[in-house]
T-cell receptor, first 113, second 113 residues
Framework: QKEVEQNSGPLSVPEGAIASLNCTYS??????FFWYRQYSGKSPELIMS????GDKEDGRFTAQLNKASQYVSLLIRDSQPSDSATYLC?????????????FGRGTSLIVHP | DAGVTQSPTHLIKTRGQQVTLRCSPK?????VSWYQQALGQGPQFIFQ???????QRGNFPDRFSGHQFPNYSSELNVNALLLGDSALYLC????????????FGPGTRLLVL
């Protein structure tokens, strides 16, 4: 049973700060990693995907992957109140031929002015 | 280019009733997956349809069934509703079955009384 763990939060940061969201996963064969943003009452929206160890940057977002330690993180630089949402981590194990993601429960982020 | 659409947006049912939810995938997509998201939880995979057949199934009872039509649209049926079935039901589409990136629809919020 694959498990994806996230601190439910809320994580509260001031506007302009760096928000750091973390995710750990139990299955060493997980190969694809995703971060989704979900506003209250809305559906998940894909922010970033990462497949290799290291950092991947896209605008104000940076995903970091460490397969040896089985964690993936998302950094949001210059946080804005509009970033306030729940951030879902998802992992996919491709070895069994399944492309179905396993989601964590999400971390609630609050960016206050 | 229309994204994933779902209907209805909200639904209220009573225990024991049956419900049908509908999804139209994004243009050019032929694979549809359904998820259940309870409050405060991440999406849980129900099943996936491709070429009008159920290709993969998550850990959900047989009360949950589905269908995919030749135009790739899909239905999710839930029989003998339980209070615990109250959730946001999400449909996601992808360009082909072996595709990691999924695009979510707005969801249908089901309340079972």
């Amino acid at each position: 049973q694959k498990e994806v763990e996230q601190n439910s939060g809320p994580l509260s940061v001031p506007e302009g700060a760096i928000a750091s969201l973390n995710c750990t996963y139990s299955d060493r064969v997980s190969q694809s990693f995703f971060w989704y943003r979900q506003y209250s009452g809305k559906s998940p929206e894909l922010i970033m995907s990462i497949y290799s160890n290291g950092d991947k940057e896209d605008g104000r977002f940076t995903a970091q992957l460490n397969k040896a330690s089985q964690y993936v993180s998302l950094l949001i630089r210059d946080s804005q109140p509009s970033d306030s949402a729940t951030y879902l981590c998802a992992v996919i194990d491709l070895t069994g031929g399944s492309y179905i993601p396993t989601f964590g429960r999400g971390t609630s982020l609050i960016v206050h002015p | 280019d229309a994204g994933v659409t779902q209907s209805p947006t909200h639904l209220i049912k009573t225990r024991g009733q049956q419900v049908t939810l509908r999804c139209s995938p994004k243009s050019g997509h032929d694979t549809v997956s359904w998820y259940q998201q309870a409050l405060g939880q991440g999406p849980q995979f129900i099943f996936q349809y491709y070429e009008e057949e159920e290709r993969q199934r998550g850990n959900f009872p047989d009360r949950f069934s589905g269908h995919q039509f030749p135009n790739y649209s899909s239905e999710l049926n839930v029989n003998a509703l339980l209070l615990g079935d109250s959730a946001l039901y999400l449909c996601a589409s992808s360009p082909k079955v072996y595709q990691e990136t999924q695009y979510f629809g707005p969801g249908t919020r089901l309340l079972v009384l």
